[in-house]
T-cell receptor, first 110, second 114 residues
Framework: GIQVEQSPPDLILQEGANSTLRCNFS?????LQWFHQNPWGQLINLFY???GTKQNGRLSATTVATERYSLLYISSSQTTDSGVYFC????????????FGTGTRLQVTL | DGGITQSPKYLFRKEGQNVTLSCEQN?????MYWYRQDPGQGLRLIYY???????QKGDIAEGYSVSREKKESFPLTVTSAQKNPTAFYLC?????????????FGDGTRLSIL
């Protein structure tokens, strides 16, 4: 099956810093989503981005489908950004099977 | 407000007992999904359903069962055959299957063994 690798696995930032999270995947995809899981376990949709670039406030994401990777940018980080960021992909030509990476755990400190 | 409601938030299971987790959505989505998350891990697909009265096994279906009698509802039963049920369970839905619409998630149910 498709492999999804996220890096880095852990990240500690001081409030106000910027960061880039990466997601590599091993096969072509119909769908790529970025999620933020907060400390209470809630999984929040950040982006649905099978290709191209999108921005939402301090967050933006870029997927280069032909090179099989996606990047999530967090600018001016805040303590509320802490949690785990997951990339999930749906391989082309398969029934619904979102495959998740193992996540990047982000801690933003004061 | 439209959304996905999972209940209960916390559930405890005794040895040999079946328990059922509820998932209801009012988004008029066709497809619904159940995922399992173990500590420090990503989500893994248990079952999914594209339409009423139809569902398919995911990657880790053993020890679980589902039903889809109504479009809005997709309950998951954790049977006594599931030997390691302690996990966080998340339900999701999407407009269509085949991955062309984003999946949206409920707030989850934490299941523990007594």
């Amino acid at each position: 099956g498709i492999q999804v690798e996220q890096s880095p696995p852990d990240l500690i930032l001081q409030e106000g810093a910027n960061s880039t999270l990466r997601c590599n995947f091993s096969d072509s995809v119909n769908n790529l989503q970025w999620f933020h899981q907060n400390p209470w376990g809630q999984l929040i949709n950040l982006f649905y981005i099978p290709s191209g670039t999108k921005q939402n406030g301090r967050l933006s994401a870029t997927t280069v489908a032909t090179e099989r990777y996606s990047l999530l940018y967090i600018s001016s980080s805040q303590t509320t950004d802490s949690g785990v960021y997951f990339c999930a992909v749906h391989p082309t030509g398969t029934a619904s099977k979102l495959t998740f990476g193992t996540g990047t755990r982000l801690q933003v400190t004061l | 407000d439209g959304g996905i409601t999972q209940s209960p938030k916390y559930l405890f299971r005794k040895e040999g007992q079946n328990v059922t987790l509820s998932c209801e959505q009012n988004l008029n989505h066709d497809a619904m999904y159940w995922y399992r998350q173990d500590p420090g891990q990503g989500l893994r697909l248990i079952y999914y359903s594209q339409i009423v009265n139809d569902f398919q096994k995911g990657d880790i279906a053993e020890g679980y069962s589902v039903s889809r009698e109504k479009k809005e509802s997709f309950p998951l039963t954790v049977t006594s055959a599931q030997k390691n049920p302690t996990a966080f369970y998340l339900c999701a839905s999407s407009m269509t299957e085949w991955g062309h619409q984003p999946q949206h998630f409920g707030d989850g149910t934490r299941l523990s063994i007594l």
